[in-house]
């Protein structure tokens, strides 16, 4: 009996001491998960050793997750502004090419993507035989060109009910320009150029236009002329125009965020029309007036709207007619040319020989030359040769930009080196 009374007696200390001893270490463990202001913190232990072990291991799996959140950390501090500012935006291009344009539309490209300093965003509207030669070529380009501008592809596209028409309507798809902020929806801005048009300076710098833009304002173009004497519009034209001269369209920086959300006012009727209402009238009215197809249609448009219309000087679209009958650009002369219009199939004809030259130094020119020996002591050479023309007596017009934009190409590629 006595036996039993002290077995007793010792499970009764045991279980006393046991719960004491887990008192103990529950009031202990909940001290240490408490702060000096009293919040308590969870932290979530290792399961086993050798979880413990793979956690102080930096090539553990937990490395890589601490990682990840640095670089999470980094980019909020980048939204908060204290770290480095996010890239820009692209700059939009686009350009239309139809029929034998393929190597002249890929030389403009060139000469944009050699100068731009901001990333650039192509936009090639072509035909679709086109598309495959334009992809390997570009892919072809080496990868310090190549990560300088993205690209887009794509089909000549027209309302379907008038499709026809307005792909005939002047050179084979060039009314497409007509139609790229309903194509585009997504895009804000753009800066559209015909195919023959080469830069000779950063497109970065006309699109520092749309910064100058009037609230009301929502494309930029230059005068198609700036001696009236000699222009066409103002002598030819059956149907109203832009200013004295009219506007050409070679180069067009538009607004197409406001393009679509405004109201034109028109010949047609006495109330405003949306730019997707007011095409095909306008087409309708005035096809047996028009010379220069879509070209006239704009120069219609801003006739009866020019607070929309901010108009950049002759050096942005400098073409023949500024040179042929003699200088009659003065920004040009002031400045040099800035961008460089060979209408009139000029590239590639004798009729003006400096322009030719120019074509023919960008298109030759091989990425990664140096291009002061490469391109432009070659050009200085073929321009020399010209100076029995009217346009070649100005060719210093056609380096004095061009050699500032290849000395910079020079200075990045020293810094990058």
Known sequence: ????????????VFAVLSGLYMYSKLFSSDVSVRG?????RVETPARDAAERRAAAN?????????RYIMRQGGQMRTAGGSGPSP??????????????RLEETLTMIKSAVLFSIRHLYLHIFAEDQLHASFMETLESWPGFIRSRFNYTTYSISFPSDNAAEWK???KPCASQRLFLPLILQDIDSIVYVDSDILFLQPVDHLWGFLSQFEPSQLAALAPEHEEPRIAWYNRFARHPFYGKTGVNSGVM???MTRMRSTFFKNDMTSVGLRWEELLMPLLQKYKLNITWGDQDLLNIIFHYNPEFLLEF???????????????NCASAEEDGIYILHGNRGVYHDYKQPAFRAVYEAINKYVFGSDPITSLLDPLGEELQK????????SHALFTKRLERSLANINRKATQER
């Open 386 to 393: 010209t100076t029995h023309t009217y346009c070649g007596k």
């Open 58 to 66: 930096s090539s553990a799996v937990p490395h890589h997750y601490h």
């Open 87 to 100: 890239p820009e935006p692209p700059m939009h291009l686009a350009v239309v090419a139809c029929g034998e």
């Open 168 to 170: 005939k309507l002047f």
């Open 313 to 327: 000087p002759c050096k942005w679209n400098y073409r023949p007619d500024h040179c042929i009958y003699g200088s």
């Open 253 to 255: 920086l538009m607004n």
């Open 1 to 12: 009996m006595r036996r039993y009374i002290r077995a007793l007696i010792l499970c009764i």
């Open 36 to 40: 000096s202001s009293g919040v308590r």
